[in-house]
């Protein structure tokens, strides 16, 4: 199993920084490549993609609304993936979640594909 539990979030006004972490746990996050992504549900608006990260690191991505402004990164030893996010906007709002899913290099960006799921942070961007 894995477990995964984002923190960080917070009020920030626009054109703040935030930093998101998730951290893993579990005995297959431990032993068996996962790549994590970030989605993010805004209220009345479907969940989305916002960034993934390969297990190595190597491959990112990230959804047009967020790149270059936000940077996903991972520290194996630590079992954790990072969100961080520059340049906020009111339209960042939303609650953040992290996912795992146990591919080494997983190119999907649907949240269907995602096996695993945080509880969620809420991130909020004032104007």
């Known amino acids: 199993q894995v477990q995964l539990v984002e923190s960080g979030g917070g009020l920030v006004q626009a054109g703040g920084s935030l930093r998101l972490s998730c951290a893993a746990s579990?005995?297959?996050?431990?032993?068996?490549?996962?790549?994590v992504g970030w989605f993010r549900q805004a209220p009345g608006k479907e969940r989305e993609f916002v960034a993934r990260?390969?297990?190595?690191?190597?491959?990112?991505y990230y959804a047009d609304s967020v790149k270059d402004r936000f940077t996903i990164s991972r520290d194996n030893a630590k079992n954790t993936v990072y969100l961080q996010m520059n340049s906020l906007k009111p339209d960042d709002t939303a609650v953040y979640y992290c996912?795992?899913?146990?591919?080494?290099?997983?190119?999907?960006?649907?949240?269907?594909?995602?096996?695993?799921w945080g509880q969620g942070t809420q991130v909020t961007v004032s104007s």
């Open positions: 996912a795992a899913v146990r591919r080494m290099d997983y190119s999907s960006s649907d949240s269907g594909n995602y096996d695993y």
């Open positions: 990260i390969s297990w190595s690191g190597s491959s990112r």
């Open positions: 579990g005995r297959t996050f431990i032993y068996y490549p996962h790549t």
